[in-house]
């Protein structure tokens, strides 16, 4: 005879699975399913599975086909053994490549997790249920693809009637939809009118062809306050996409669909023909609004600029990607320069300052100008003050207990663990205050007004259970969870390679705010400086894009 094993110590029978639940939102507009819907379906299924979602993870808006998604962090949490597996509203959630189900799917099972659906009824735990959702993510790939092909159908019926791949506005132009008079019974075709901004687009090719820069027009559309269609400033990168690809000059420009190129990546945004530098240009159903020869002309001054080396490379430094504008709080990136030393010796200095990206981009800023070493300066000013003020806090507060430590994330499912506890432990009083006043051991009147604070208790802890749920390990974090990271880049600053220490800055800074330097009151001048925000500090005010506002 075969005893039964006897449960681990300390285990409970009766305890909640802890899962983690992936929600999904494809790109394809059929594939739209709101996260409410597929939140309230998974909370459902927890309930009727006796699991715990103690963890909720969002992909808005992304395709099934990509590889890097934020199921990896649901993965992460079964490898800790935070969750026993995941759980999605389909399985189609969980992704639609082939390759990357495949992985995603190996590396779960691995980690001794499995993958559950709220709304489709197969226990993966045996063979058949295994095969059930083997089968949906085959039916789940074919859709993937009838989708790809009729996008690509649909791209060459547009590329037939002489219109971009996709619709949608383009500046100088006025965008008619296709439309259909039901009275007349008429179908009206997709067409793009020429506006007044046509004239004014027309005069930036012109500009370009004699020489002048694609920064210089940028500037100048965001100093007389021309909008891109969005109804935003432009931006260098996004004013050249567009004067690049010829619609202007009423071409449509296409990538051959037989070219041996690599394929897209499905982790990128940029479309398999943008990497490519094999096009194609086809006559458009558009009215040019450039002349052919301006428009040859701008290309060729645009091959120039780009065979022209740069001759100031970029590096990465320390600050990249954290420093901000005091005025508009948009991006600062890093400029170089120059000076002459002596003999009269050009002198290059790359890097040397950070500037207003707006500012230089259109113009819409003021803008500040500081120089890298201050901002860096302060920067490991700032990181010392904290690790000492980090370090004589905890000098002053007894030992502390072991429940309390751990990480935010810790902390989160700790208190939730105590509000759900407590919510459970309010429902058997008040079962137990019904169970006494429907036997006649207390009075009604006294079973009401117990009743009645319970209830108000019971919102109350609800109410609380509800805020957490919002809440962030970035705002469940205090400064002493950042002491290591931040003593780390104290005591190592020098020797720690540029990559590593961004990183970790990174992860201890909302950012860095530059301010212009101004005059005192008492005349005296104020240079430049910066103003480091630690990741549990609020962010500065701002002095406005414009000076005075």
Known sequence: MIKEPHPAKGSCTSRREPFVAYIRVSTYYEEKISPDIQRAAIKAW?????????????????????????????????????????????????????HGN??????LEVLGG?????????????????????????????????????????????????????????????????????????????WYEPNDTGLILTKQYERIAEGASMGAVTQWLGLNGHLGTRGKPWLQSGLSRYMDSGFAAGWIRYHPDDCDCPPKDPDSTASRGEKCPNRIWIPGAQEPIVPEDVWKEYQKKREQG???????????????????????????????????????????????????????????????????????????????????????QAATIPAQRA?????????????????????????????????????????EDSYKRERDRLAKEQDGVTAELAALDKRTEEEEATPADYQPVIRGLVDRWEMTPVETRRAMLKTVLRGVWAYPKSTAPDGTEVPAYAVPVAAWEEVPMLLGPRHGA
């Not at 990509?66 to 389909?90: D, F, H, P, Q, T």
């Not at 990136?333 to 981009?361: H, N």
């Not at 700032?382 to 000492?388: K, N, P, Q, S, V």
């Open 46 to 98: 927890a309930d009727r599975n006796n699991a715990e979602i103690v963890e909720w993870i969002e992909d808005l808006d992304v395709s099934g086909r990509k590889m890097r998604r934020k199921i990896a962090n649901a993965l992460k949490l079964v490898e800790e053994r935070s969750a026993r597996g995941i759980a999605v509203w389909r399985y189609s959630r969980f992704g639609r490549s082939r």
């Open 102 to 107: 495949a992985v995603n799917l190996a590396r």
């Open 114 to 190: 499995r993958l559950a659906s709220a709304t489709e009824a197969a226990d993966t735990r045996t063979a058949f249920g295994r095969l059930q959702m083997g089968m949906a993510f085959k039916f789940a790939e074919y859709e993937s693809d009838r989708i790809g092909e009729q996008w690509a159908e649909t791209r060459e019926h547009r590329r037939l009637a002489g219109l971009p791949a996709t619709g949608g506005k383009r500046w100088g132009y006025i965008w008619h939809r296709r439309t259909l008079d039901e009275d007349a019974g008429v179908i009206h075709k997709e």
């Open 306 to 392: 780009r065979n022209t080396p740069s001759g100031n490379r970029k590096p990465n430094y320390s600050l990249s990607g954290l420093m901000r504008c005091g005025r508009c709080g948009g991006t600062a990136s890093a400029a170089g320069g120059a000076t002459y030393g002596a003999g009269k010796v050009l002198i290059s200095k790359p890097g040397y300052m950070f500037r207003c990206s707006r500012m230089k981009d259109n113009r819409t800023c003021d803008g500040v100008y500081i120089l890298r070493s201050v901002a860096e300066a302060e920067v490991r000013t700032r990181l010392e003050e904290w690790a000492e003020a980090i370090e004589a």
């Open 403 to 443: 429940e309390d430590a751990g990480t935010p994330r810790d902390r989160l499912i700790a208190a939730r663990k105590q509000l759900n506890a407590r919510l459970t432990e309010i429902q058997q009083q008040l079962d137990r205050q019904t169970d006494l006043v429907s036997r006649g051991v207390i009075p």
